[in-house]
């Protein structure tokens, strides 16, 4: 059927054989007609099946699959056909958690007990082409403070987690929390990179599980025919397939029946730059723990037109209903095709009915694989194309097929336990995702998602839970950095081991203590107690495991001031530049105790 390939099949291996014969029956001839006799260009022929054999394992069913799922999607996208046709969107209820309360703090009680059942999955694999940042998101500082990056504060909040929840149970407890993070060839080798040149921040390098997407193949057209690399005919265009691919690794790997073995109850999914993140997943655990959840996705408040998914109940005029995330440029359409005329608006909260999905999901392991057992890791998917006209025949570049971890759910039976946790957005999202000059046309009121936001967002919570927690914390200020007006809050930081729960802060916070705004305490190891400390300035205190510090006293210094960077200066280094501001380390007290025992520091 397709004369150039037949002249050259000698070059093939008896499976390349039967894969080109799947791509002819596919309708996929156009990918071979350019093929010349043998003899020319025959590596890049074997090339060009290495990367087909590659497309057709990575796959779910293989490539037959996706050029067929391919093909439905296109047809419905170009007959215009809506998703959701035939579901009614309302309100979902879910659990809503207040901060410091005692039911909050029972339940971080709970959860922490639990973690030590607990895996970790990151996916890391995204690009983040909203944010522009060269580098990958992982390996930018969380602050500017300490400068940490994201990995490092993760990687620190699951050990920290491993050592609590084991000592709750057990003093001979030596779990090890797995840690499995999804990289994509976008990111892979920078992220080893990262782990490996720091030691992999502290976790035994065998806790920590590397599992790479493969992207998926290009479509040219609404036949569904595989795209060429415009650079290589040899070569077909590939794009990511989003982050929805971690189901099906995760099922392929193996990972998932060898933790169910170990005991493993829960597998919580999260993003790769969500600075406050951790503040949420005690009690979060605790939910799923406390009300046997299959699913529980966390959320927060929601502004309307917001960039995140909607929680939403979907009822079927069959009569079905599902409790599912539906993606923030669905919601708005949903809306209005159902009666809603003003689509994806405020209510008079203020916010959005509809919950924000922060996209951190807690599975339950034991369903997770009965049902990976029936999909293998396929999760539903979506194209979306742009067509050159509205006739709907071309698009103007090619698309791909893609699919988001939150839709799961949608394939689960009826009976499943799907649930939500709804938390205060300073305690708990904070992610890093837009760039300084998109950040600052977000619409007044909404949130930035900037590095500037993300920092700001740090010491804003936690001041906010040095409050609750007793401490006198002054006021912020309000200040505009890369044309975004934010809070500033006073810059304290403290490391997952010092203040993993509320309870554990509030047992550190003793006496009247009081920090200034222009101040920036940094409080690095586990039993520092702040008692009666008045700061005004810069205090940083280190501190082994074994040694009990009581920070007492007036501390007064020049501190650290704060000076404005334009995004535009490239005499900064592009993770400043970002955030519009750096830290001038004028003066600053430092305290380091290394010897096990009792110390004072009396200012
Ligand atoms: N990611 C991958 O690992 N692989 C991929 O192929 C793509 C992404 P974005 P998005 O909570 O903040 C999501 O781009 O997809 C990783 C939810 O869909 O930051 O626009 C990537 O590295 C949305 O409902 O976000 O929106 C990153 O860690 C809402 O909840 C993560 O996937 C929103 O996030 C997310 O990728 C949010």
């Known amino acids: 059927a397709c004369p150039p390939l037949r002249r050259n099949l000698q070059l093939l291996a008896p499976d390349e054989v039967e894969l080109a014969k799947m791509l002819l029956n596919e309708g996929q001839m156009h990918l071979f007609e350019h093929w ?4 020319v260009d025959d590596d ?8 087909v054999r590659r497309l057709n394992s990575s796959y779910p069913g293989g490539l ?6 391919a093909k439905k999607l296109l047809a419905d996208s170009k007959a215009g056909k809506n998703p959701y046709d035939g579901f009614t969107p309302s309100v979902p209820s879910g659990e809503v958690l207040n901060f410091g309360d005692d039911n909050y703090v029972s339940l971080e009680a709970a959860g922490v007990k639990e973690a030590r059942n607990a895996v970790f999955v990151l996916v890391a694999g995204g690009l983040g082409e909203r944010l522009g940042y060269k580098g990958i998101k992982v390996a930018l500082p969380r602050e500017t403070t300490t400068g940490k990056c994201f990995l490092q504060h993760y990687i620190e909040s699951i050990l920290s987690l491993q050592e609590a929840s084991c000592k709750m149970v057990d003093a001979g407890c030596h779990i090890k929390i797995p840690f499995v993070i999804m990289t994509s060839d976008d990111t892979n080798a920078l992220t080893i990179k990262l782990l490996e040149s720091n ?5 035994e390098p065998s806790q920590v599980k590397i599992l790479k997407q493969e992207k998926v193949a290009c479509l040219a057209d609404n036949d569904a025919r595989l795209a060429l690399d415009p650079n290589d005919k040899y070569k077909i265009q590939t794009k990511p397939h989003g982050h929805g691919d971690v189901h099906s690794l995760l099922y392929s790997s193996g990972l998932l029946e060898q933790w169910k073995s170990e005991g493993r109850k829960w597998v919580l999914f999260f993003q790769d730059t969500n600075g406050l993140l951790f503040n949420a997943i005690p009690s979060a655990l605790g939910v799923s723990a ?3 959840y299959n699913v529980n996705s966390l959320a927060v408040p ?7 998914g909607g929680i939403t109940k979907l009822t079927h005029v069959d009569g079905r209903t599902m409790v599912i995330n539906v993606e923030y440029n669905q919601l708005d359409p949903l809306l209005r095709a159902t009666g809603h005329p003003d689509g994806d608006a405020n209510c008079e909260t203020g916010y959005s009915p509809y919950p924000g999905n922060i996209n951190q999901l807690i599975l339950e392991l034991g369903p997770y694989i009965e049902e990976l057992k029936k999909t293998h890791g396929a999760i539903s998917e979506f194209v979306n194309p742009k067509y050159t006209d509205s006739t709907k025949t071309a698009f103007k570049s090619s698309t791909r097929l893609e699919c988001m971890m939150q839709d799961y759910p949608k394939t689960l039976p009826p009976s499943a336990k799907v649930g939500f946790t709804v938390m205060d957005t300073w305690l708990a999202y904070a992610p890093v995702k837009n760039n300084p000059e998109d950040a600052a046309k977000v619409p007044k009121g909404n949130p930035y998602h900037s590095a500037t936001s993300g920092e700001m967002a740090i010491y804003r919570a936690n001041s906010l839970i040095l409050r609750k927690a007793g401490a006198q914390i002054v006021d912020p200020v309000v200040d505009t950095f890369n044309g975004q007006e934010v809070e500033v809050w006073p810059r304290i930081t403290w490391s997952p081991r010092w203040g993993l729960t509320f309870k554990d802060v509030k047992e550190k916070v003793r006496g009247n203590s009081s920090i200034s705004q222009r101040s920036a305490l940094v409080i690095n ?14 205090l940083i205190v280190n501190a082994v495991d074994e040694a009990e510090v009581i920070v007492t006293g007036h501390v007064h210094n020049k501190g650290w001031t704060i000076q404005h960077v334009d995004y535009k200066d490239t005499s900064e280094k592009e993770e400043i530049r970002i955030r519009g501001f750096k830290f001038e380390k004028v003066e600053q007290l430092e305290v380091n105790y290394n010897e096990p025992g009792k110390h004072s520091l009396s200012a």
């Open 64 to 69: 037959v699959s996706y050029i067929q799922n």
């Open 36 to 39: 010349p006799e043998p003899g």
């Open 525 to 538: 190891g586990r039993n520092i107690f702040l008692e009666g400390l008045s700061l005004d300035g810069t």
């Open 44 to 51: 890049k022929k074997r090339g060009f099946f290495d990367q």
């Open 199 to 203: 030691s992999y921040f502290g976790m």
């Open 302 to 308: 929601r502004k309307a037109k917001e960039a995140i």
């Open 290 to 292: 406390t009300k046997g």
